[in-house]
């Protein structure tokens, strides 16, 4: 195979997953924004009688900026591959978002303990530029090509079936659908009609 013949197939493949790492960061960006100002907004105003407060205002912001992130990848950066089973799809990517949390906590606690860059500097660098680069890259990967992974026709969001009629002169078992339809759809095969 000519270089120009790979040159030609790989450009569109790297523009779709550049257009996704795009998209992946705005949607990212937007749950980062609703993480910070939810979890200062609940340090804000404390609810009595729950012990450590932070905690569990961290704990409610993180969710609420998954929840978001789900909603924001499943409906535009992975939209081609969402899945009809939601409930499967919500707890992989529960699972993937957490797995790319911990990365982010294991480079503080690598910096922080191992290397002892104890500064509040050290510490945010560690956390919320490294771990954020890693974690984020462990999370993308992990969304393409676990949660968004390219799905089966049954199990694609919007998949149908489709009957296709006989041509006149052929019975409904040798009915064949245009090689379009048939690499779309699961193809059915209705009873003959009664006669």
């Known amino acids: 195979m000519s270089e120009g013949v790979l040159s030609r197939g790989a450009a569109p ?4 997953l550049a257009v996704q790492v795009l998209k992946f960061g705005v949607v990212g960006g937007v749950g ?33 900026a998954i929840a978001v992130n ?6 535009w ?22 797995v790319g949390s911990g990365v982010s906590l294991v480079c503080l606690a690598f910096s922080h303990y191992v290397l002892q860059l104890t500064t509040t500097v050290d510490d945010n ?41 006989p041509s006149p002169g052929r019975s409904w078992s040798e009915a064949e659908p245009p090689a379009s339809v048939a690499s779309r759809a699961t193809i059915a095969s209705p009873s003959p009609p009664p006669e």
């Open 13 to 16: 493949r790297l523009t779709r």
């Open 32 to 64: 980062f924004v609703v993480d910070v100002a939810l979890f200062n907004l609940l340090l804000l105003h404390p609810v009595a009688g729950i012990p450590a407060w932070p905690v569990a205002a961290k704990t409610v912001s993180t969710v609420a």
């Open 70 to 75: 789900w909603v924001g990848n499943r409906m």
């Open 77 to 98: 950066t992975f939209r081609e591959h969402r899945r009809a089973d939601t409930v499967r799809e919500g707890v992989e990517f529960l699972i993937a978002s957490l």
């Open 125 to 165: 660098v560690s956390a919320n530029v490294i771990g954020l680069i890693l974690g984020s890259l462990v999370r993308f990967a992990a969304y393409r090509w676990w949660v968004f992974a390219d799905t089966s026709p049954d199990e694609a969001v919007g998949s149908s079936t489709v009957a296709v009629a």
